[in-house]
């Protein structure tokens, strides 16, 4: 992630789009899961949307880290918590919100495997091109060349404050740092919301 990355910030309005989406073309493949894996943290909203659009009354969850404030030491997406219940002779479907690298759904789709799931599919709501892991249903296709920073609403005040914290080590002020940015990443954040997000998120690793 580059240190003041162009950003897309998205709506609840988005990510009801993207379940409705996803909902519709697995019910349309006639492949409805037994279980949900919702590959966390940012799969966790996404997997308990189509839960609901589905009817699917078991989720559970398995926790991969990989960028952000929640990065590893290596860069690289690395499993940190196993599966939260049983998959052995389900058809599961694991959800996270995007395909960016790949790495961390690549990961997650094979450990479901190992755990002994009948059918292992896998859905995002966007998937990049340059992704090295091809979900098996995405709502939405961005081209390589139009990658942007995602910032979905249930992981906005942590993009925020660790966005907001860079800004604030240039900028020296807040009137600065929201230029920055407004000019850099494309957002336009209201101070106080920039004050809240770097004055209460955890403290940097």
Known sequence: MPDFPRCR??????????????AENIRAADRRPETIVALTRGGWVPARLLADRLG?????????????????PSGQAELTEGLSGPVKGQDVLVVDDITDTGQSLELATAHVT?????????????????SKFRPTYFAQEIPRDEWVWVIFPWNYWEDLAT????????????DGAT???RERCGLAVPPAELRAATDHAAPRP
């Open 114 to 130: 190992a755990a002994g799931a009948r059918r292992v599919e896998s859905a995002t709501c966007l998937h990049i091109t340059h």
């Open 163 to 174: 966005l907001g914290r860079r800004a604030l080590d240039e900028a020296q002020s807040v």
């Open 9 to 22: 910030r998205t709506s609840w309005s988005d990510a009801d789009a993207w379940a409705d989406h996803l």
């Open 56 to 72: 699917i009354k078991r989720l559970v969850s398995l926790r991969a880290q990989h960028w952000g404030v929640t990065a590893t």
């Open 179 to 181: 230029a920055i940015l």
